[in-house]
């Protein structure tokens, strides 16, 4: 079998893989909850979509601006404090949207410590403040948990772009802005609609947040089917309603951009720095530091009052069990989906007709399933799986395979390939799109051909792309709560566990302490990771 021929049967099997949960949901159909789905159909389903469109749409501008607006000041411009906020903008990233959820709540809400203070000092109800749980309170705590997404890959791609792009620009009479607009960010489009595409997925996934501002939603409307009406057929239907909404959100865009190239001979060298001067230069220190304190500071001071309050009684040796399998999956997932995008990434490269880039969209849907969702399409292949393979195993090892690999870490591992390939795929094929067609052909003349081509010429250049990759990787599964609740093997309690435990039980203040925890475990590997893609 040829190399070029070994790629695209590795693409194709990646994409068998990746999607065979997702068809188990998809299988639903061929057993209609009719009285389920009428009742939703006639009374909420519409209310659902029209507010996870709006949500989606709404975080997803909002994210883009904040994002792509900070990216470019880091990256491109020089004021005080740029070589700190560079980093720690990124640290949102830290918190789940769902801590973020009910620290916002906790704070802002009729009860809580702000409008207490508020009413003892102005003696008035404070009817004219807007509720916490609203539209508006949902879009704010969704944006200011996800813009790193785009802020990251953003930064990356201004930093990349090389001095002579934008000396082009101002050579044919651009400003600095006009060269942004006109320049950079076309070029970094990559990376901008990489960051998007995953701020997209995960506003279309969440339930933690959403569920906390009671804002209803498609993923509210399958819990509700699943726990509520006990109809999983229901709940899967619903489920491939945002499958469907990803996959076209993804073509489109992988569309518009099919014919346009991100690479050229200005790709080298990076540009002196913007230097921003009088009150621009504080403007720019005011705004980082506003998106900072709102999106890092102010949540984890709250959750670290909290924390202390319950510390004496709480804190005790589980919470080194529950950080070291959390770090040792996320360590773990980061290294398999790095590899395997990786694989996608080079496959799509060699071979980018139709067929191999619906291949490959089909291979990062994951993101757009709830994970509570993809978790049981999970369970019911191993299960499948489990009851084809017990003869042969019990006569070589004299095991019980019945439950081999249902609730085992491999099936842990897979969830979380499955369901966060589209989050390590992006920073690495951003960073694809940036090695010329023209670096192969020179490679191949001087004798580096296939793996070693791979290997000795694109690792190198991709590097910055798979450290990316590997802190959203990281990140993400340290944060991801029903995927590890549903498939962990028996006593493997995570932090997130933890935390769900907690929150489900109103325990806010208790919640807290293992929040405050994986924050920390978080900060660390985040600071590693970004340092080693500067």
Known sequence: MSAV??????????????TAPLAVIFASFLTPADDVWRHFASTILSGLIFNTVVLAVAVGAASAMIGVGLAWLVAVCEFPGRR????????????????FAFVVVGLFDFTGPLQTWLRGITGSNLTWLPEVRSRGGIIIVMTLALYPYVYLLARNAFRTQGKRMLEAGRILGLSSLGAFIHVALPMARPWIAAGMSLVLMETLADFGAVSVFNYDTLTIGIYKA???MFSLTAASQIASILVLVALVVLLLEQYTRSRMRFSGPGASGEAPRIVLAGWHRWVAVATCTAVLSAGFIIPVIQLAVWAAQVAGEDLDARYLSYLWRTLFLAGLAATAICAVSLLLGYATRKHSDLASRLALRFSTLGYAVPGAVLAVGIFICFAWMDARIPDWLRAMAGLSPGALLQGSVMAMLCAYVIRF???????IEGAL??????????????GQAGWRLLARVH????RRGLAAGAILVFIDVMKEMPITLMTRPFGWDTLAVRIFELTSEGQWERAALPA???????????????????
Request: glycine residues 6%.
């Open 5 to 18: 021929t070994g790629w695209r049967v590795a693409l194709f099997t990646i994409a068998v893989l990746a």
């Open 84 to 99: 700190l906020f560079s980093w720690a903008l990124i640290l949102p990233l830290a918190i789940p949207a769902y801590v």
């Open 226 to 228: 699943w726990y509520g």
């Open 421 to 427: 390939l589209a989050v390590g795929f992006g920073p």
């Open 433 to 446: 799109h940036r090695i010329t067609h023209s670096v192969d052909e020179a490679s191949v003349l001087l």
């Open 459 to 462: 690792l190198p250049m991709l």
């Open 516 to 534: 405050v925890v994986l924050v920390i475990a978080g900060i660390v590997p985040l600071v590693q990771l970004t340092s080693a893609s500067e």
